[in-house]
Structure formats: C-alpha cells, structure tokens
C-alpha cells in the first residue's frame, strides 16, 4: 500500500563508480555496484515499527477527568471511534502510522514523506476525523474521513488528500488548539518565525476546510514548543500549552473571543526541556516524548495544571517516532543520517534514530580507488523527499545523485547545503570560492537546477569548517555553521530572506579543533532542531545536542573506532 523510500528518493546517487566515470566512460554491467537508495528501499521493506497500543489515560479516573473536558472539545484524532484520542506519528522511515486501543497500524497511502501532521477532527460531518499533512515544500493536504488505516472510500480502498493550500512553510509550527471560536470544529493556529500566531477558523467544507487567516498574538517565538490543548480547564474554549528553552511550561486559558483567543499565561512548572516532544493528549492532558522514546502522560486537573506523571506504555517503545502528530516541537525533514568513506574506498551510511545516537552501519559500496579520494559530500535534501542527498565534485562538475547539474564548480572550496535559506519550501546551496566569497545558489525544489548565484559576502577564508542542515537557534529558519582554524565555532542565524541571508553570527565557544570530522547529521533526537557530531583523533564519536539558540549539549561517547574514516559528512 504505502511507496517504498527509494521511490520517495529520486535516483539516489545512481552508482559511486558511476559518478566517477559519469564524465569519462560509462560503467559496464559488470562494474555496477549498489546504490543508496535501492538498499534504504530493502531497509525501508524489512522496518517493522514496534507493536504497542494506546491506553492513555492509564488511570480511571485520570480517564474520566479527561474523557469529561473532551466533551466540552472536540476530539481531534479520535480514528476508532472509542471516544479518546490516538495518536499519529512519522516514524524514522518515512511512514505515517496510528496507535489506537487496539494496536499499530500503517496509516494512509501517502506518496511523499510529509513533515507535520494535524488532525483536526470530524469537519465534514462524516463519522469519521479529517486529518492535515505539511509537506516539507509548504503544501497543505487534507484527508477525509479518517480511521486507524487513514482515509478510505466504502470498499475500504484508500482515497488521495485534496491539496488545500501552499505556503505553510512560512509558519515554523502548525498546530491545532481545538474549538476556538465555539461553533463546534476544531481551528488551526500557525506560527509565523518571527512570533506572530495565525489563527485559521475551521469552516466544516471539505473543499475548503479552512478560513482565511487572522493575526491573534505576537512574540511567541520565546517557546520551542506550542501544543493545542483543548479544553484544559473545563470552560468549553480551547487553551494552549507552551514551553520555553529551559524547560518552563506555561499554560494559556481560551477566551472564545476570535479577536483574542488567550488570556494571559499561568505557570506549571520547569523540568519540561527533558521531553524531546510534547504532544497533546486530549482533555488538556499531556504527553512527554523522552529521549530514549519513553512516552509519559499527564492528566489534567481541571484547572490548566497537571497530575504527576504516568508512563504510557513500554519504556522505549516510541524510540521510532520522528514527529508525532500536534506535537508542540518545531518538525525536522530534510536530512537524517551521515555518509562515511574508509581510507580504501568503502562506503557507509548511517542512519539518524531519534535517540541521540546513529543506527548501525550499512554497506553501501565496498572498496574503490575512486570513492577513497573522490570530492564527496551530503547534503541536505534539494527535492521533497525528506532524505539528504549524496553529492561528488568531478573535474568541476557537481553531480547530485547521480545527476550532473553543470560545471564550473571547481572554483569552491566548500559546498553546504543546510537546507532551505530563502523562505520558499526549497533546498538551497551555498558555496566559498577561493578568495574567501560566499555564494548562494537557490535550489527549484526539485534538486535538478539552482539559480544564478547570489553574493552573500566576503571574509569567509576564516573559516576551515562550514556545515549545517536545518535549523539551530529554535526560530525553524535554516542556519550555517562555521569553525574557525583555532577551532571557535559559531552558527549563523539564517532570516528566511535571500537579500541578506544570514544575520549577526552567534559564538557556540571554542576548542572545535579537536574534531578531525565535524558533521552536521540533522535531527539526532527529534526535537526539531539541528545537532551536531564530532570525531576526535582517536577515533571517539561525540554526539551533540541541541539545547537552544546557539548551544549544545556534548553526550557521553557514542563509540570508538570511527578513525577509519576519511570522510564523515
């Protein structure tokens, strides 16, 4: 039912050998080895998520209390009709799945790995809740009539979503609270990425679910993390949940007034930054999402406060999920996992798990002359798919996954591709010629052509480091990292904008040298914000986490032995 990875990835890197004779002769058959994408597409068949079943809330009467300020909410992701919220979540694969009472289940046929998911539902006035994709290129889908399997026709056959907008890249979160205006159906709330809320009225229409949008709040850009609550506090308005960097969250009452849906926040308490992800749980309960995947409930009380905490199930057992749907974080698409070359030419690639750490090592290409001394670099994904893409530099031309874009690239002496720079849904590349300028190229989206350069600035020969993919100071703006050659290491800022695409750089602290592969992975615990990986001289792997703006957190050694590798990127 579902596509696999590789179908996602477009012609992913094609053959090493290939690239390395894509300028000169072809390879024969005899000479073909395998490509990236067709062994993640074997992954990707062999990946069974782990079996569970919801049974939020665990107590009776923690399910009382929530089950009775549902009834003064509508419930969003209700898909077996048993009353209670499940959940929804992007597993690392790629896969949409739902978790109900009664066990896993591969939901919907959806073609492209999408980035946030947000149900909203039941708006149409079928039995069943509608649910809301956003893709990583800013496209809205909608999917009817939604059950454990996602959206089906009567035979049980599954139904296409209805694109309902674009644009929604502009917001760094998408979210619903619940009813905000009374009527009945659950609204939608974007966060713009300089702090203003949106808030999108639901209209019951299946062609057009959603409003036009009204600014409703500004200066929420301090939290990481926004989560709908519903009804926390048994008034019949939706509230909200928000959290700051250091783990304070804060709780924000409904008013039911369109023009000011929030009155002011009221204090919960700190100890929240322990949750990678904070996901509503129906009622104005909680979710924490921990780093190991250990998923926590929290009941509410009634008032806009919560119980203490009770374990939702296996410890562990979430480990796989990547987004879960209404989660409060900031979602993450666009690169998982690191390359590596061996000093003879093989080739590995490992995956991201969500947990801080890499997944074992899969062989992509055994030893090869070219592979051990060839321009090879990742970057993050230039197309939708989700997935970062290889690229080689060969006699000055750049060729991404086993596509050749064109020549005159071997005036760079550094190509990154963080990700998205200019605010359009699309993977852009920026490049260092050898007088120390800075160029951007931005990308179509479809990872096969990139504009004319741009001017970004000079002064960056300072620099024997540059690196990113994603986002780094928590505002969902694509940032650059750099490292100077006494080893101090600072992140700047992206705008969104490409007439001035970085802001004033920001200090992370020194003693960065000490790497010889300093990698930037993606996402390496689900939180949405971009981490970093380190190898020293003695071969040591050293994850770091992202905490805030600008900070890391280094973790306890993720193994040894890496001092075989002459690339790590």
Known sequence: MFSGRGRR?????????????????????????????????????????????????????????????????????????????????????????????????????????????VPIGNQSGDARPEVLTVSETGALVMYHDNDEFGSQDAEGNPRPGTFVGGGWQTYNKVFSPGDVNGDGRADVIGRAKTGQLYLYLGTGSADKPLSGRALVGSGWNKFDQIVGAGDGNGDGHADLYARTPDGQLVFYPGTGVVAQPFAAPKAIGGGWQTYTQIVAGGGGSLLGRSLDGTLFFYAPKGDGTLAGRVQEGDKGV???????????????????????????????????????????????????????????????????????????????????????????????TSVVGPGDLTGDGKGDLVARDRDGVLWLYKGNGLGTRFATKMRIGGGWNGFNKLLGAGDYTGDGLTDLVARTTGGDLYVYPGTGKDTAVFGARKPVGGGWN??????????????????????NSAGELYPYLNTSSARFAKQKSAGTGYQVYNKFN
């Not at 074997?42 to 929530?66: I, N, S």
């Not at 939901?107 to 946030?116: A, L, P, R």
């Not at 000490?514 to 190898?535: E, M, Q, V």
């Open 9 to 117: 990835v477009a012609a992913c890197t094609a053959l090493a050998l290939s690239a390395g004779m894509l300028l000169a002769t072809p390879a024969s058959a005899d000479d073909a080895v395998p490509s990236k994408s067709r062994l993640l597409t074997e992954r990707k068949q062999d990946h069974k998520p782990a079996q569970r079943t919801l049974t939020l809330p665990q107590a009776g009467a923690a399910r009382a209390d929530a089950q009775a300020a549902a009834a003064a909410s509508p419930l969003l992701s209700d898909l077996d009709g048993d009353g209670f919220e499940d959940l929804i979540y992007r597993d690392t694969s790629g896969f949409l799945n739902s978790v109900t009472g009664t066990g896993l289940f591969l939901f919907g046929d959806i073609e492209n790995v999408v980035k946030d998911v």
């Open 514 to 535: 000490t790497f010889k592969h300093l990698t930037a992975p993606g996402d390496l615990n689900a939180d949405g914000k971009g981490d970093l990986l380190g190898i």
């Open 318 to 412: 979430w480990a796989d999920a990547a987004q879960i749907a209404n989660a409060g974080s900031i979602p993450y698409l666009g690169r998982a996992g690191v390359n590596a070359v061996t000093t003879n030419g093989s080739w590995y690639w490992y995956d991201n798990t969500t947990t801080g750490r890499l997944s074992p090592r899969l062989l992509i290409h055994g030893a090869d002359p070219f592979m051990a001394s060839a321009n090879f670099f990742s970057i993050a994904s230039t197309n939708d798919d989700g997935v970062g893409d290889d690229v080689f530099i060969v006699d000055g031309h750049l060729i991404i996954d086993g596509q050749d874009i064109g020549g005159g690239w071997g005036v760079f």
